[in-house]
């Protein structure tokens, strides 16, 4: 099945981010893991398997489509610090959001409905579980103070990420 140039491009770039998001999110779930925040290590490794189901689902529209996937990784930013890395990780998910928007409406005028509705089932899941999650740690971290919250994050990790 052949699709506009257009589309397959804009997923590539799609592709980056998811593939960026990835990254970003399993690196911050190790730290979370090494510094025993069981409860954000298991979270963050969720998210990180979420994006790599986006990224799964992009490549497989892309080579549907007759295009090849592109997997070069967009930039990551990794905090330094439990509240860096969830302003970075959310800052990242609302760079996404606007990105999926972008593609939604690219989708609409190539007339890709199929591929529009893919990107529409992101944003939805990137809007509703990854954000809305994120802002709430943040808005915790304010109302009790980060000794508190980080208290209530300790836990041993029950997803296991590491090779012993």
């Avoid at 590539?12 to 409860?39: C, P, T, V």
Wanted: hydrophobic fraction near 40%; proline fraction near 2%; charge should be negative.
């Amino acid at each position: 099945m052949k699709s506009s140039q257009k589309v397959i491009d804009y997923l590539n770039f799609l592709l980056a981010g998811e593939l960026g998001a990835r990254d970003q999110y399993f690196i911050h779930s190790q730290m979370y893991a090494e510094w025993e925040l069981g409860k954000l290590h298991d979270r963050i490794y969720h998210e990180m398997e979420d994006e790599t189901l986006h990224a799964r689902l992009i490549i497989n529209r892309i080579i549907m489509l007759g295009g090849t996937p592109n997997m070069q990784v967009a930039e990551i930013n990794i905090g330094s610090d439990v509240p860096s890395m969830l302003k970075s990780d959310l800052d990242l998910e609302y760079a996404v959001q606007e990105h999926l928007k972008k593609g939604i409406a690219l989708c609409e005028s190539e007339q890709d409905y199929v591929t529009r509705d893919m990107l529409v089932s992101q944003l939805e899941d990137t809007e509703k579980d990854h954000t809305h999650w994120l802002e709430k740690q943040l808005r915790l971290i304010d109302l009790m103070g980060l000794p508190n919250y980080l208290q209530t994050q300790t836990a041993e990790p029950t997803m296991v990420a590491s090779i012993h």
